[in-house]
């Protein structure tokens, strides 16, 4: 029987878990003192502390995770989302220990991970990027020089960013110079490298990716597409899978384009093309994350697919079995991301202990939690509690659903955000499909507050 360390926490932990049940492996969690009980560990096989509760002394601590992942004598190791997931070093680290990565190889990684090696490489390919600057900004006076050919909007961005980090939207050049320094410190504190970058910002965009998957042997399949729209700071909110209200034809070519980047980077395993589209139709290139998805259940639901196992299986270096003729979607799936925070408070976040946690149920319905009643959600981590994925016949039935869901779900002990999510699935902008990146904080979200004084 081959073994999976899973690097990695809370849901997304428990996530890898039950798919390396289903296909008869053993599974090792690893774990902070903080979570010496959570779900994941109770559910893993075996399980070994890697640290302290600080994410740099356990969860980014490479040589505690391969010290584990040798001592219980791993075949491989999946990263899950955010920590090392994006890591190339790691990567590599686990490859000169013999142990298989379940993700893209370090080559790849390198790439992607470098926003600005990104971009040349797509407008190496002829790949439509968002205008910018031609490499990274070192200066103020360089930055403010870029921005007479850009324009105005525009965002600094870290060339070594991820998950909504190191980004500010600046208005004109006086924003541009008290908000360059900021974004450079932030980016040397999160990534551990200040470089950034400028690029034009698209208003009213919205934001559409494409769920890739390959092997080793030069098969590039895409999953469709996802709305990820519907976003607060840069971090997502709900997303439906397929994306609504665009044209099948830009739909198609989204997706073309999508597969050629992938193999204009050779490639492999589970990765997410991310795009913006304006209102005009036009598409950009924004970035490709080396690695699965938060938001992955509502490609698995119209797809009939498990990702992780796909993962594994390509780790493995298996062939994919299946043809992109053959990948047919059906319906629509909506995720409506539950956090730990009050958003009647600024979205203060709310850590503490779950006193009870009733989950809502029924035909289309999945919840992916690494939580349960009598469980802490630490304020050492992300606060996300759980997805709650519905799944029907089409976007209204699955708006529908969505909003019944929402109104079973009870938990108490902390704050959170279904009641927000709950408005967003009933707002007439979101059923018309006419939001965009940044409606949430310029429209919805003042309706939404004024309508609880």
Known sequence: MQTVLVANRGEIA????????????????????NDEKGLHVRLADESVCIGPRPADKSYLNIDAILAAAKAYRADLLHPGVGFLSENDAFAEACAEAGI???GPQPASMRVLGDKEAA?????????????????????????VQAAKCIGYPLM?????????????????????????PLVRREAELAFGDGSVYLEAYLPEARHIEVQILADMHGNVLHLGTRECTLQRKNQKLIEEAPAANVPASTLAAIEHTAVEIARAVDYQNAGTVEFLLTKDGRFFFMEMNARIQVEHPITESIFGLDLIKAQIQVALGHHLLISQENLIPRGHAIECRINAESPAENFRPSPGVIKSMQLPGGNGIRIDSGYASGDEISPYYDSMVLKLIAYA????????????????????????NAELAYAMLSDADFRSGTVHTKWIEQSFLPRFLRGRT
């Open 156 to 180: 600094i961005k870290a060339a070594k960013g991820g998950g909504g980090k190191g980004i500010r939207i600046v208005e004109d050049a006086c924003a541009l110079e008290r908000e360059f």
């Open 393 to 416: 016949d089409d976007r209204e039935e699955a708006i529908r659903l969505s909003s019944a869901a929402l109104h079973e779900l009870s938990i108490t002990g902390i704050e959170h």
């Open 14 to 33: 428990v996530r890898i878990i039950r798919s390396c049940k289903k296909l008869g492996l053993k599974t090792i969690a690893v774990y902070s003192e």
């Open 119 to 143: 971009r040349k490489t797509m407008i190496a390919n002829g790949f439509p990027v968002v205008p910018g600057s031609d490499g990274i900004v070192e200066s103020v006076k360089e930055a």
């Open 100 to 102: 298989r990565f379940i």
